[in-house]
């Protein structure tokens, strides 16, 4: 996500950066590079020219080209200013009685996904929501709306077979709600191909007659520019109260993002980062501000492990590595969790500097089937070998190489390293320390206001090596090396999983 612009912005700042004295020509060039990133990475034009002018007007204010640091204040001003480009603070739903919730957008946006999504999430805020298929015109759209309403375990109304008419199923539905316990209802309904009169009247007539709270537009976010068109279309036939962006994990350019604000004046409230029904969040400007400047997001982080970790099981391994009793099953349980977190490469994005550190990974680092090799190699294992490493003798590491399905070479490179992490875990060394500083939080997790950012974790950079980027643990040795070892400070200090992802 965004990574086009991310590697952009990123080479234009270093050279900020790198600047004693900044003048206006500096400023000026500096400035036609980012209008330039942010035109490539699809951003509406009047909405780049305008961002880059009240950038540039604060930019060349005395209070900055007189500063010791003035780089680093440029930086600052980009990123409160992208921040509220993005829309400023987060957008709440309204969801005063009766509650309904209207999503609407084209097929294909993912709206009867998101449907179930925005319900889970609401469902774990303490909502009791209820779904509704109004979509009568895609053949599958019902069925599959009820098979997502049975996983996330929440009531859901079908119309019957061969039903045409959307607001006679809008009035049986609100009927059938009655008898339900609720406080939201979230209505599903039909898309096309693209914006056309039939389907403007059927959303027109359907939202007068619900009068929603809340009129969601679904749009994925790599359809760039015509993302925003629609977006004004559906506003004007509907009235908009905010935006769901889906698809946001598979755009490298992120212009709709950018630009759906500016240009509808509508909040985007929602993301979605993955296929996954819990791969669903709020949008929060500062911190997707943050991601788009390789700031990170320890925010997001926390809250992803806060909801998917149990912290008992956590701390007793957390517990466990310290004391040197960390064995196999520690480490296939601490696997699952990072798996259920999402994919590897989206939860180390979090990570302040990641983009960086990405460029040194070798080819197919992050490859989610080294985790899957990784998880059957504990799993030829024999109950007391994963409890004691140390009977691993040849012969077993063969038996082992077999059953697993993969060499033996890499059964003993995953054994080696496995012993290496174990030492760095157990308390000694800057690893050891960070444990240990995670362990003195309150609960394990600290508890995260919406909208906050990195300030409000506690000051962990001095156990990672320094602060940003160059004191990040060194995932391209972490994660099996093969590329060119960085200069500077390094980041092989954070053993974790990192030598267990060698390549063959």
Not at 132 to 146: E, F, K, S, Y
């Amino acid at each position: 996500m965004f990574s086009l612009l991310s590697d952009k912005l990123d080479e234009t700042f270093r050279k900020l950066r790198g600047l004693n004295k900044i003048s206006e020509s500096n400023i000026a060039e500096a400035m036609r590079e980012i209008r330039m990133a942010l035109l490539d990475a699809d951003v509406e034009y009047t909405v780049a020219r305008e961002f880059i002018a009240h950038v540039k007007e604060q930019a060349m204010g005395e209070a900055v080209l007189k500063t010791v640091k003035p780089g680093e204040q440029i930086v600052k001003i980009f990123r409160d200013e992208l921040a509220e480009l993005l829309g400023g603070d987060a957008a709440e739903l309204d969801l005063t009685p009766p509650g309904r919730i209207l999503v609407v957008g084209l097929n294909g946006a993912g709206k009867t996904t998101t449907s179930a999504k925005l319900a889970r999430r609401l469902k774990a805020d303490g909502r009791k929501p209820l779904l509704v298929a109004c979509d009568l015109i895609r053949p599958a759209a019902i069925d599959q709306l009820a098979t997502l309403a049975r996983q996330i375990e929440v009531p859901v109304y079908t119309p019957s077979p061969g039903e045409k008419d959307v607001i006679r199923v809008a009035k049986d539905a609100l009927k059938w709600a009655k008898a339900q316990e609720h406080d939201v209802i979230i209505f599903d309904t039909a898309g096309r191909q693209e914006v056309d009169e039939e389907l403007v009247e059927e959303l027109r007539r359907l939202a007068k007659f619900l009068e929603a709270q809340e009129s969601l537009l679904v749009a994925d976010a790599a359809t760039g520019q015509q993302a925003v068109r629609v977006a004004q279309a559906f506003d004007k036939a509907v009235g908009l109260t905010g935006i769901i962006l889906t698809k946001l994990d598979g755009d490298a350019r992120g212009g709709a993002a950018l630009s759906m604000r500016a240009v509808t004046g509508k909040p985007i409230k929602f993301v979605g980062e993955g296929e996954k029904l819990d791969m669903f969040g709020p949008f929060v400007p500062v911190r997707m501000a943050d991601r788009i400047l390789g700031m990170g997001d320890i925010v997001g982080l926390v809250e992803k492990a806060a909801e998917k970790i149990d912290q008992e099981s956590a701390m007793n391994s957390m517990n466990r590595m310290m004391s040197g009793e960390f064995n196999f099953n520690d480490f296939l349980s601490q696997m699952r969790m990072m798996q259920s977190l999402g994919p590897l490469e989206g939860l180390l994005g979090l990570l302040p500097g990641f983009s960086k550190i990405k460029k040194q990974l070798p080819e197919g680092a992050l490859d989610p089937k080294k985790m899957k090799r990784m998880e059957a190699i504990v799993l030829s294992m024999t109950p007391a070998e994963r409890a004691n490493y140390k009977l691993l003798i040849p012969s077993r590491r063969r038996r082992i190489a077999k059953g697993s399905g993969v060499s033996e070479i890499e059964v003993n490179r995953f054994i080696k390293n496995f012993k290496q992490m174990k030492e760095m875990m157990s308390g000694k060394g800057k690893m050891g320390g960070l444990m240990k500083a995670m362990g003195k939080m309150k609960g394990g997790m600290p508890a995260m206001p919406q909208g906050g950012g990195a300030a409000d974790m506690p000051d962990l950079s001095s156990l990672m090596g320094g602060a940003g980027g160059a004191g990040m643990p060194d995932l391209s040795a972490l994660m099996g090396g093969g590329g060119k070892k960085p200069k500077g400070p390094g980041m092989g200090s954070m053993g974790g999983f990192g030598g267990l992802f060698r390549r063959r």
